[in-house]
């Protein structure tokens, strides 16, 4: 029975002491991971470094000095810490680093979410390396330059008229071949007119004004008397016109107007008497023509006009009425006849539209 109970004592001894020495000793760590070989392939593909993993150290509790019971030894492999993950070594320069997560590894906390304007301040610059100052240019508002003026379109439109025309009028009157042999009184004149409004398309309704003069000479009954005519004529007018073309416009024509008439009679001779007679007539007349012009975008656009017509006018009585105070028979005034002024007529013009 001694024999027994000392090597009970023994056995348990041992297990004491065994038991003390394995809660001494730190706890034993895991051997460390072993990083995957890199590849020269998977090195020349990485272009991000991947961010090793969050690694949390675990508090491992000191061994407890006193004596264990039998009961807690038994225990104790169960209770024993949790091993700590090691750090994985760092990669050598020049190489990606590949970091394997370890298996006991808390996840990630989501971040906290962050406004706009403080997400695209904490945004990497394109450009700009890290820690350097960005700085955001100023924009100053620039007020945008005139537009250029247009260039001036073609000038189409030519509403001044100066012109400078001859009028032949024929004159089948008796009495005017006491002053002329042709039965043709030419007048020669100009006009101005400025266009008003335009009645349709393309047909401008003008208004004229203008003068003219004229006068004839001829000796008659052997040379012995002189007929002398001379006329100034004022007339005021409108003007119709129709561009057909940019070079032709026909037109239509009508005017009035009043001529200072004075008829002169010269008896050559000893006597050398004169009379003289001098009346106001009204005229009219009524014609179409065309007018052509030069079809240059100029400032001023000369043309030719041609028109033909028919002049009406007052007839004016010829008196012979005593016009020299000093001569020496007196005489009484006597009547020669009628001048009629109506007749057909034809008018050609040079002008200047601006």
């Known amino acids: 029975m001694k024999a027994i109970a000392k090597s009970t004592s023994l056995l348990l001894g041992g297990w004491y002491c065994m038991a003390n020495a394995a809660l001494a000793q730190p706890a034993t760590q895991a051997p460390a991971a072993q990083p995957p070989p890199v590849t020269a392939k998977k090195v020349t593909e990485a272009k991000k470094p991947v961010p090793a993993a969050v690694v949390k150290p675990v508090a491992v509790a000191p061994a407890p000095s006193g004596p264990v019971p039998e009961g807690a030894a038994a225990a104790s492999p169960a209770a024993a810490p949790a091993p700590v993950a090691p750090m994985a070594p760092a990669a050598p320069a020049g190489t990606a680093a590949t970091t394997m997560p370890s298996p006991n590894a808390l996840p990630a906390a989501p971040p906290f979410p962050v406004s706009e304007t403080e997400a695209s301040r904490s945004r990497p610059m394109l450009g700009v390396a890290p820690g350097q100052q960005f ?155 065309v007018t052509a012009t030069i079809p240059a975008p100029l400032v001023v656009r000369p043309g030719v006009t041609l028109e033909g017509g028919y002049l009406v006018s007052e007839s004016m009585p010829l008196r012979f009425e005593p016009g020299n105070s000093g001569q020496l028979i007196p005489a009484s005034g006597a009547n020669l006849g009628t001048l009629a002024r109506s007749g057909p007529y034809m008018r050609i013009g040079l002008f200047l539209r601006y």
């Not at 001036?152 to 439109?157: A, D, L, S, T």
């Not at 349709?200 to 003219?212: I, N, Q, R």
């Open 135 to 289: 700085l955001v240019p100023r924009v100053i508002a620039v007020e945008p330059p005139e537009p250029a003026e247009p260039p001036r379109p073609p000038k189409v439109n030519y509403p001044i008229g100066l012109e400078l025309n001859i009028m032949p009028v024929w004159q089948t009157s008796a009495g005017y071949d006491l002053f002329s042999s042709n039965d043709i009184s030419t007048r020669v004149g100009v006009a101005a007119d400025v266009d008003l409004f335009d009645v349709a398309d393309k047909t401008p309704l003008s208004v004229e004004a203008g003068w003219s003069t004229e006068s004839q000479t001829q000796l008659s009954l052997a040379s012995q008397l002189e007929a002398k005519m001379a006329a100034n004529n004022v007339h005021g007018g409108l003007k119709l016109r129709y561009q057909l073309l940019p070079f032709l416009a026909p037109h239509l024509h009508m005017a009035v107007g009043a001529t200072s008439l004075k008829a002169t009679y010269a008896i050559k001779g000893g006597t050398n008497q004169q009379f003289e007679s001098q009346e106001w007539l009204a005229f009219g007349f009524v014609g179409a023509g």
